[in-house]
């Protein structure tokens, strides 16, 4: 059983920055391709980013290409997500996840473990 912990959430004014961390309590974390997805209220949970086991590649969604980078820290334990230039429109629920799935893991049900969430709200 893998438990991932978020934190890094909170409030930031349009066009500011934000850095998520999970860290999961997996000793072979590294052998987990990690995913984040948000949940505004109202919607469906949406895939954000993901890196892969091994080689750490990475993919975004069209909507934060260029502005969200996703990273890994084996030694740690622990995916960031460091998100740039913030809109009103990436306000939601953010969750990581966890999967030994070997490719772009871009859907939930692809995913095994989940964090309990943390918070961003932009707003001015």
């Known amino acids: 059983q893998v438990q991932l912990v978020e934190s890094g959430g909170g409030v930031v004014l349009p066009g500011g920055s934000l850095r998520l961390s999970c860290a999961a309590s997996?000793?072979?974390?590294?052998?987990?391709?990690m995913g984040w997805f948000r949940q505004a209220p109202g919607k469906e949970r949406e895939f954000v980013s993901v890196?892969?086991?091994?080689?750490?590649?990475?993919y975004y969604t069209d909507s934060v290409k260029g502005r969200f980078t996703i990273s890994r820290d084996n030694a740690k334990n622990t995916v960031y997500l460091q998100m740039n230039s913030l809109q009103p429109e990436d306000t939601a629920a953010y969750y990581c996840?966890?999967?030994?799935?070997?490719?772009?893991?871009?859907?939930?049900?692809?995913?095994?473990?989940w964090g309990q969430g943390t918070q961003v709200t932009v707003s001015s």
């Open positions: 890196i892969t086991r091994g080689s750490g590649r990475t």
């Open positions: 997996e000793r072979t974390f590294s052998s987990y391709a």
């Open positions: 996840a966890a999967t030994q799935y070997y490719g772009l893991a871009q859907r939930p049900t692809q995913y095994d473990y």
